[in-house]
């Protein structure tokens, strides 16, 4: 009788578009406990998600069933779905932007990296999501970041009466 086992930690981060609400303080719990929901019905069990409100990190434990891109599609569909429903009228344009950053861990960091995404609202009194995100990105070695690809622009109007784009 043959066996798969594994034990493959993720941590993942998305964020979402710039023109979407920032998720309420009340909201995110709601949000963090659906995210893991999500993670645990695709076999890949969510050990914590936490965000400021413009994104979110997960840690998960990825399944050989599922690819991680799936993973992550389906926790951002279903993420969505559930403010909208959670909040109409405040959520009604919330989308999450296309791409997203996952890094491996070590089960010896596992702890390290599960007290980093608890502790976001404080981390990011002091520090921007950009500017972490591109630090996850140089600490995992990660090659190819262009900002422009990853960061969705902010909505361009136009406005008629200066006759010029507006950001």
């Known amino acids: 009788m043959s066996q798969t086992l594994c034990n493959v930690l993720i941590h993942c981060v998305?964020?979402?578009?710039?023109?979407?609400?920032?998720?309420?303080?009340?909201?995110?719990?709601r949000l963090n406990a659906y995210a893991l929901e999500v993670c645990q019905k695709l076999q890949c069990p969510g050990l914590i998600a936490n965000g400021p409100g413009d994104h979110l990190h997960l840690l998960i434990s990825l399944s050989t069933a599922i690819a991680l891109s799936t993973v992550i599609k389906e926790v951002k569909r279903n993420t969505s779905v559930f403010l909208k429903t959670l909040n109409p009228h405040?959520?009604?344009?919330?989308?999450?932007?296309?791409?997203?950053?996952?890094?491996?861990?070590?089960?010896?960091?596992?702890d390290t990296v599960y007290k980093y995404i608890a502790d976001q609202e404080e981390h990011h009194l002091h520090t921007s999501s950009r500017a972490e995100f591109e630090a996850l990105l140089h600490n995992a070695q990660v090659n190819g970041y262009v900002q422009g690809f990853y960061w969705e622009p902010q909505c361009v109007v136009y406005n008629k009466t200066e006759q010029r784009l507006q950001r």
Not at 14 to 29: L, M, N, T, V, W
């Open 90 to 110: 405040r959520y009604t344009d919330f989308h999450w932007q296309r791409g997203y950053g996952a890094f491996s861990v070590s089960i010896k960091f596992r």
């Open 14 to 29: 998305f964020h979402a578009k710039p023109s979407a609400p920032h998720i309420q303080a009340e909201d995110r719990k």
